[in-house]
């Protein structure tokens, strides 16, 4: 790109140029779009579930020191 290229001139450019990279861009099928979906939700319930979990016995473990005075 050249320096002395007008401003209106650079974004026309810059928007040429993504529509090109956008052509080249290899798309998921719809199969592969719903399983890809499919695993990040699985994975980020999975995770809330142990997140929750691990709170949940670190918080009773503080109770019971806690209790103890320790």
Avoid: C, H
Avoid at 21 to 31: I, M, S
Avoid at 40 to 46: E, G, N
């Amino acid at each position: 790109m050249l320096e002395n290229e007008k401003p209106k001139g650079r974004v026309r450019t810059f928007l040429e140029e993504v529509r090109a990279e956008l052509r080249k861009v290899t798309w998921p099928t719809r199969r592969e779009l719903y399983g890809a979906t499919a695993v990040v939700i699985t994975v980020a319930i999975l995770l809330t579930v142990g997140i929750g979990a691990l709170d949940s016995i670190l918080g009773f473990l503080m109770q019971v020191l806690i209790s103890f005075g320790v």
